[in-house]
């Protein structure tokens, strides 16, 4: 079993920047793609940001500028950088991963969610 866990979120303000941070625990063999997505109140979870194992990172319009993935495979973490925060950006935000185990069997986890609110 593979266990994400997300933390810094918090409250800013506009303008404002935060770091979000992802760690994996458990039976990780490889991580392949990795993302960040974010849900807000009465809104469908969208993809914020992605990056492969292999590739280059992409961004949802909305943040390019802004946002910065990055990953750590020996870590087993990624993070989110973000700057330039707006009220728009408040949502709870997830860290996705797909993981290959010990036997090769490819998985799909979230973590738990984080808060992230940007108000004055």
């Known amino acids: 079993q593979v266990q994400l866990v997300e933390s810094g979120g918090g409250l800013v303000q506009p303008g404002g920047s935060l770091r979000l941070s992802c760690v994996g625990s458990g039976d990780i063999f490889r991580i392949e793609d990795t993302a960040w997505y974010r849900q807000a109140v009465g809104k469908e979870r969208e993809l914020v940001a992605s990056i492969p194992a292999r590739g280059m990172a992409s961004y949802a319009d909305s943040v390019k500028g802004r946002f910065t993935i990055s990953r750590d495979d020996a870590k087993n973490a990624q993070w989110l950088q973000m700057n330039s925060l707006s009220p728009e950006d408040t949502a709870v935000y997830y860290c996705?991963?797909?993981?290959?185990?010990?036997?090769?069997?490819?998985?799909?986890?979230w973590g738990q969610g984080t808060q992230v609110t940007v108000s004055s």
């Open positions: 996705n991963a797909k993981i290959i185990n010990g036997i090769g069997l490819v998985y799909e986890y």
